[in-house]
């Protein structure tokens, strides 16, 4: 079975077919899926998602893109989001310095990071990191927020080797998914060859980031098996090995039996 770490079921784009789609997946060998919310509608619908399907699991949290919707008010709402029985993580929360240029915006990003991050310490939940082209101001907040004692996931990753050991001597694990797969990804193939595999989990960031050869369709986890073919490669050991030895992982990544 697949453990998929990451993927956003409740965005628009699935509106069409979403229950048809997540109803096979257990069949296609999906086990389980954790849907990440991004902005605090997608936390109500990632939640409502949980509740329906018995292998869907919810993360709570708000992306670094959408941190201008929080005040003090919604914070405490999302507090008590992350009680609820299938919110197994904070997440997704960082930085994305990407999308986002002017100095206040980042500032704004900085503060509601570090608010997330101690809201997953009080709460005992692990956390579901995005960094995108922020790779120092990232490190300089979790390594002050003592991330090594709360745990969890850099999503997507897409730092050198270098910024990978900083977060694997944290104890964190790394989210791979489609971009493995792409020609101009070897940056990320190093990562993977670095990594020790019990450090890896299988992502998909659905409905983005499509593995080669469905590149430029919209993603699902039913295509985490090219992911999976990808890490086989790069690290020697069957399909099946990857897919057992990450399913442990996510299991333990969200604390799951
Ligand atoms: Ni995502």
Redesign the pocket.
């Known amino acids: 079975m697949i453990f998929e770490t990451?993927a956003?079921y409740d965005d628009d784009w699935f509106d069409d077919d979403r229950d048809g789609l997540l109803s096979g997946m257990e069949e296609a060998g999906i086990g389980r899926i954790v849907n990440?919310a991004?902005d605090l509608a997608s936390v109500k619908s990632s939640i409502e998602l949980a509740e329906r399907y018995p292998f869907i699991y919810a993360a709570a949290g708000v992306?670094p893109s959408d941190a201008d919707q929080l005040n003090e008010e919604n914070f405490q709402w999302l507090r008590e989001q992350t009680k609820h029985p299938k919110v197994v993580a904070v997440g997704?929360i960082g930085l994305d310095y990407y999308w986002k240029k002017e100095p206040e915006e980042r500032e704004n990003q900085r503060y509601w990071f570090r608010r997330q991050l101690n809201l997953a310490r009080e709460e005992n939940l692990p956390v579901v990191i995005?960094s995108r082209e922020a790779a120092k101001d990232t490190l300089d907040i979790v390594k002050e927020e003592r991330l090594g004692e709360i745990g969890g996931v850099v999503?997507?990753f897409s730092y050198p080797v270098e910024i990978a050991r900083e977060y694997l001597n944290m104890g964190m694990y790394l989210g791979i998914g489609g971009v493995l797969t792409y020609k101009n990804a070897r940056t990320l193939k190093e990562v993977v060859a670095y990594t020790p595999m019990e450090r890896i989990v299988l992502e998909t960031?659905s409905p983005?980031l499509t593995p080669v050869p469905n590149r430029g369709k919209r993603n699902s986890s039913l295509n985490l098996p090219y992911v999976v073919s990808a890490i086989a490669e790069i690290k020697g050991i069957t399909p099946e090995e990857v897919m057992d030895i990450t399913w442990e992982n996510g299991c333990k990544l969200y604390r799951l039996e």
């Open positions: 990451h956003h990440i991004a992306h997704e995005h999503h997507c960031d983005y």
